[in-house]
């Protein structure tokens, strides 16, 4: 018994230290924040999920209610650098000071779990003082530092960012490591490569760790052999050549020169199987172009083979590695030829007659080939016409009926037709005009508020807006870009939002030299085109130089009194001092002088010009098209000093004035009205991409001045957009006659002067001209027997002094009168490289002539006057013409141009040869005789300057910077 006692009371001291340890545990267990949430029965979770450490505790009615009244003390956010609290806490429903709710921190915690910034996320719960402390323990995903390519040598990191971009990969540097966006870029990355030919190429990305998180991305890139395109052999092609097929895959034959036979094949195309896809769609095309509808491509097959043969051309110690071949062969099934049976329309109520509007569309007569591209077209010609009359939803679609019982085989063809609603403009408005005023873009539209809405009449409408020069182009084509349609289908009205983007309208110079050639110079210039947002334009100019003086001012209303009359004037001052030797060295940039020298100082152009005058001018539109009639008057008075023998007897004794009146010397008053009419489709003044336009007016001078001549000029220019890339090809051809009447003959500096970069660019500017021998004296010393000069004593202020005598002769001296009839033709295909840099291979020919000899020939006072002194040289009033200066000039190269947006012209730097050039000696017509002087020595001495022939070869090439444009 007393041992029983003894035992119960050491296991009554063993309960006393066992059961306050269990309560600890017990209360240590309770911090859980999920000890209130029943245990999930069912299946287990995922073991990845995030609360894999957060034990759930089921707990009586009793522990609940005592747990009511706690409350969240403050929560943390702990490993969090890039992101600061704040920004997490606004991420959370929970806040301090809330009660503590466990649902409420799961909620919380999937909120930031789902974010996508975190590698890892751990919810820690601590007993505070007056509550609980709520603690998310983040990783953050790390952040991308940098992208590197390793070995890639066949695309340039633009050509891959933009690919990515194409094709939304979103990997990008500072952006968070995501292996799926790492995966997508090596897939996209290996698909650029094999564009460029390379088949084989290897992308492996590795991702190496930069502490404390971030990371960089290598693609390790192996290329491998490039890949080419091989032969290409058709299969079944019976209608359709083997090289016309070749011919019709584009993405696949070679770059050659079309139609050479020999030249076609000069470098093959880089393989690609989506390019070979794309060849097929167009030789199916090819063929259903010739009326075999069902023609399909059915198969292809590819061979690879490693390259054979040797280099024409090696060289040493460099080895590169040739490109596998890639030989195609397809085969066709062409099926029977189908020519066009019946064609009706259905569901069309716009119409009454659609077959007869509607089937002259398609171009396709009855019985005729049934060509697809025909059909394409005419789907679309049929959508501009429904959107002339408001339906711009139509939609068109085609059904065959084959009649291959026929002989031959015909297809019926029917247009079911949803017209869709008819609409009308209610509203337009503008978008980035920020200093053009919304009156002046409103002024140009053929289309005004509640009109129907008129597709055709709205492409016009941005040509003419295109054609003011205010906004960078408006592409017609790209309706989402240029133009923002909304539509009211339940009122058959359209709200039109057209988006602009201003081109800078102020173009300030400031300039100035010193040239050996040009002498010193300085010059200030402003000018707008579209001054104060109203679309008016104002022009200033000032130079001042040794070689020229220009004051000019000129202003242009472009809508008179709210009119659509462009309306404007000019006021001008000048003095231009012209020497050919000169401006010759100016333009061609070196010094010319010597070789004019040659020629003698005599024979070139040399003299002072001073114009002062104004023109005033005015035009007005044909309603609703691109036809402006115009008319300008001018006024201008000119007077010439000259300084070499060569322009006084161009200025003074070639017959301007008829039997009498005024000289080139004394004062010409020029007054000239000017008609004319304009035609221009043309898309931009600057950089047309296509368009064509026509000028031609009559310049007629006579009443209120001392000129009497009229002056038709006609210009013509053409522009088409090839192929997808924006090459332009564009032409110009110019011509105009200039003739007097009543008595009178045009002024010389009225005549035409070519060469130089605005019209023939590989010759020097005013170089082509015709030139001509003019009856003129000079002077000769005469000579005793044996070669010595003769002398005589006179008296020179009052002391005796021997000088030599001397003797007038008759010469021929040659002049420059410039042509009366002249034509240029320019041609220019233009193809953007990169940015505003264009190459443009040119070709230009022209010819500047004297047609009407009888308005280019000697006073007659002068003549009368050379023939009293020397009565046995038998001058004429007619002038001699040397026929090798009026021949045809041609001109080809290339030139570089880089568009400026500041001066809004390109600068251009461009080489040109002359296949078609004069290369000639010019000799003088001799007419002083022997009778005429005491000695033979005399005769040779004074004939010889003059009898010598001059050398007159035009240069073969030429090089040349300007900033203009030809055309």
């Known amino acids: 018994m007393g041992l029983g006692w003894l035992t119960a009371a050491v296991l009554i001291c063993l309960l006393a230290v066992v059961l306050p340890e269990t309560s600890v545990a017990q ?15 069912g299946p287990p979770q995922d073991t990845s999920s995030p609360f894999e450490d957060v034990e759930l505790e089921q707990t009586t009615e009793e522990s609940a209610s005592a747990r009511a009244l706690d409350l969240i003390e403050r929560i943390e956010f702990r490993g969090a650098r890039r992101m600061s609290r704040e920004s997490l806490q606004a991420r959370i429903f929970s806040k301090p000071g809330d009660a503590y709710d466990s649902a409420g921190l799961r909620r919380d915690f999937m909120v930031l779990w789902n974010s996508g910034f975190f590698d890892d996320l751990r919810l820690e719960i601590e007993q505070g003082e007056r509550g609980r402390i709520v ?10 530092r940098t992208i590197r390519y390793e070995g890639n040598k066949s695309a340039t990191i633009s050509d891959i960012l933009e690919r990515y971009k194409e094709r939304n990969v979103g990997l990008s540097v500072e952006d968070r490591y995501d292996p799926t966006k790492v995966q997508r870029a090596t897939t996209v990355l290996k698909e650029l490569l094999a564009e460029r030919g390379r088949q084989y190429a290897k992308v492996e990305p590795q991702v190496r760790q930069i502490p404390p998180s ?5 693609f390790q890139v192996e290329e491998g052999p490039k890949v080419k395109v091989g032969k290409i052999e058709i299969e079944g092609n019976t209608v359709i050549s083997d090289r016309k097929a070749r011919n019709l895959m584009k993405p696949l034959r070679p770059i050659g020169i079309p139609h050479s036979y020999i030249l076609e094949n000069l470098f093959a195309k880089t393989f690609d199987i989506r390019r070979l896809e794309g060849g097929k769609a167009l030789l199916r095309e090819g063929y259903q172009a010739q009326g075999y509808f069902k023609a399909l491509a059915i198969d292809h097959e590819i061979a690879y083979r490693e390259p054979t043969g040797r280099s024409l051309f090696p060289v040493p110690f460099l080895r590169k590695r040739k490109a596998k071949k890639a030989d195609i062969k397809i085969f066709m099934e062409e099926g029977p030829k189908y020519y066009r049976g019946k064609m009706s329309f259905t569901d069309v ?3 009454r007659t659609p077959d007869l509007i509607l089937g002259n569309i398609f171009g396709i007569p009855e019985g005729s080939v049934f060509n697809v591209d025909k059909l394409r077209k005419g789907l679309e010609n049929m959508k501009k016409l429904y959107g002339e009359f408001g339906h711009i939803d139509f939609v068109g679609e085609p059904n065959f009926e084959f009649n291959d019982e026929d002989n031959p085989p015909t297809i019926d063809l029917n247009v079911t037709v949803d017209e869709g609603k008819q609409f009308f403009v209610r509203r337009i408005d503008f978008s980035g005009n920020t200093t053009t005023r919304d009156k002046v873009i409103r002024r140009e539209l053929f289309i005004d508020e509640g009109d129907m809405f008129n597709t055709r009449l709205w492409d016009m409408s941005k040509l003419r807006l295109n054609q003011l020069g205010y906004f960078e182009p408006i592409e017609e084509e790209e309706e989402g870009e240029a133009t923002d349609i ?16 201003e081109r800078g309208k102020n173009t300030v110079s400031f300039n100035g030299g010193v040239s050996g050639f040009a002498g010193s110079f300085v010059g200030f210039g402003y000018s707008t085109n579209n001054f104060l947002g109203l679309g008016e334009t104002l022009t200033f100019e000032t130079q001042l130089g040794s070689r020229e003086r220009v004051i000019m001012f000129g202003f242009t209303e472009p809508y008179l009194f709210d009119l659509p009359i462009q309306a404007g004037f000019t006021v001008f001052s000048r003095r231009f001092n012209f020497n050919q030797a000169r401006e010759a060295s100016i333009f061609s940039g070196r010094n010319l002088v010597p070789i004019f020298d040659a020629l003698g100082r005599d024979n070139i152009l040399d003299y002072r010009q001073n114009s002062t005058g104004f023109n005033v001018f005015a035009s007005y539109p044909l309603k609703r098209s691109f036809t402006r009639l115009s008319i300008r008057y001018s006024l201008q008075t000119d007077d010439l000093t000259t300084f070499s023998k060569s322009a006084a007897n161009l200025f003074s004794y070639i017959n301007y004035e008829g039997v009498s009146g005024p000289n080139s010397l004394t004062g010409i008053l020029t007054s000239e009205i000017t ?12 950089s047309p991409t296509k368009g064509q336009s026509l000028f031609a007016n009559v310049s007629i001078a006579g009443w209120g001045g001392n000129t009497r001549f009229i002056q038709p000029v006609v210009e013509a220019k053409y522009f088409k957009q090839i192929g997808s890339r924006g090459n332009v090809l564009g032409m110009r051809l110019l011509m105009s006659v200039l003739s007097g009447y009543g008595g009178k003959v045009p002024p010389p500096f009225r005549r035409s002067f070519m060469g130089g970069e605005n019209d023939i660019r590989g010759f020097r500017i005013f170089s082509v001209s015709p030139m001509a021998w003019i009856p003129d004296t000079t002077t000769a010393p005469l000579l005793n027997g044996d070669g010595t000069p003769r002398e005589q004593v006179l008296m020179v202020d009052g002391i005796e002094q021997r000088v030599p005598i001397t003797t007038t002769v008759p010469i021929y001296r040659l002049a420059f009168p410039g042509g009366d009839t002249r034509m240029v033709y320019n041609l220019e295909y233009r193809i953007p490289l990169f940015g505003p840099v264009k190459i443009a291979p040119f070709f230009d020919f022209g010819f500047n002539r004297i047609m009407f000899r009888d308005q280019v020939k000697l006073n007659p006072s002068r003549a009368a006057e050379l023939n009293a002194q020397f009565p046995q040289a038998g001058f004429q009033e007619r002038i001699f013409v040397i026929p090798e200066t009026q021949k045809l000039r041609a001109s080809t190269g290339v030139e570089l141009q880089i568009m400026m947006p500041v001066v809004n012209a390109p600068f251009r730097f461009y080489w040109a040869y002359n296949p078609l050039r004069v290369g000639t000696f010019l000799q003088a017509p001799i007419v002083a005789n022997r009778s005429m002087f005491p000695n033979q020595a005399s005769w040779a001495g004074a004939v010889a300057p003059h009898a010598r022939a001059l050398p007159f070869f035009e240069k073969v090439r030429n090089v040349r910077f300007t900033i203009s444009r030809t055309f």
């Open 135 to 144: 603690r998310f323990v983040v990783v953050e995903r790390r952040v991308i």
């Open 486 to 501: 909304r539509r009211d289908t339940r009122q058959g009205l359209v709200d039109l939002t057209l988006n602009v983007k």
């Open 349 to 351: 109520e716009l119409f």
């Open 675 to 686: 008609p004319g009419i304009h035609y221009s489709t043309v898309n931009h003044q600057i």
């Open 27 to 41: 209360q240590t267990q309770s911090s859980s924040p999920f000890e209130d949430v029943p245990e999930q029965v």
């Open 214 to 218: 971030s990371i960089e991305i290598v």
